[in-house]
């Protein structure tokens, strides 16, 4: 199976402030990597596919890079509702792996 | 638009099966490439990805769970029915089903759940 590792495991940020998460994939995977954000007792909600593709209705300050092993989140601007957990995934080979999380918190 | 609803028992017994039911709407699981898949997570724990099924039948198991997982669906009923036997209290989680929709671009074919249902919240325990 490839492993996702997520970095960090947990942060603390401010409103307004800019955020990367970053993933790293045991093995290449090109861009076959999605990330989603999951809210305290929600589902997890799709942001980003194919390393870099916004899904539709997702803000633009959301933005997803890399290639390979190495992934990034970005948000550019945090606001309140971004608070959550968010997880990377890939989809290169079966079986689809999921990082352990990056908790947003605030600061 | 589509939609998705676990359903299921909320409370099972260490060795029983664990027999849970995907309802969705919005789309066909008989025609063009689409899927149906169950992902769960343990209380205050990560995603875990289990199964899939996709339009043309295909399945692909957790390799870790293959052994007791089966996953079948009914297009006529807009179902998919997941099994897991000898269920065990580690097994406690939210079950999720998603569906997962695939786009081609630059000639890669990729895959992601892009509609999830709210989740089924199964307990293991005698």
């Known amino acids: 199976d490839i492993q996702m590792t997520q970095s960090p495991s947990s942060l603390s940020a401010s409103v307004g402030e800019r955020v990367t998460i970053t993933c790293r994939a045991s093995q290449p995977i090109t861009t076959y990597m999605n990330w989603y954000l999951q809210k305290a007792g929600k589902a997890p909600e799709l942001l980003i596919y194919?390393?870099?593709n916004l899904q539709s209705g997702v803000p633009s300050r959301f933005s997803g890079s890399g290639s390979g092993t190495d992934f990034t989140l970005t948000i550019s601007t945090l606001q309140p509702e971004d608070f959550a957990t968010y997880y990377c995934?890939?989809?290169?080979?079966?079986?689809?792996?999921f990082g352990r999380g990056t908790k947003v918190a605030v600061k | 638009q589509i939609t998705l609803k676990e359903s299921g028992p909320t409370l099972v017994k260490p060795t029983q099966t664990l027999t849970l039911t995907c309802n969705f709407s919005?789309?066909?699981?008989?025609?063009?490439?689409?899927?149906v898949g169950w992902i769960r997570q343990p209380p205050g724990k990560a995603l875990e990805w289990l199964a899939v099924i996709y339009w043309n039948d295909d399945k692909r198991y957790s390799p870790s769970l293959k052994t007791r997982l089966t996953i079948t669906k009914d297009t006529s009923k807009s179902q998919v029915v997941l099994s897991m036997t000898n269920m065990d209290p580690v097994d406690t989680a939210t079950y999720y089903c998603?569906?997962?929709?695939?786009?081609?671009?630059?000639?890669?074919?990729?895959?992601?759940?892009?509609?999830w249902g709210r989740g089924t919240l199964v307990t293991v325990s005698s």
């Open positions: 998603a569906h997962e929709a695939t786009l081609l671009s630059l000639g890669l074919r990729y895959w992601f759940f892009d509609v």
């Open positions: 995934q890939q989809t290169y080979t079966s079986p689809w792996t």
């Open positions: 919005g789309f066909s699981l008989s025609s063009s490439p689409v899927a």
């Open positions: 194919g390393a870099s």
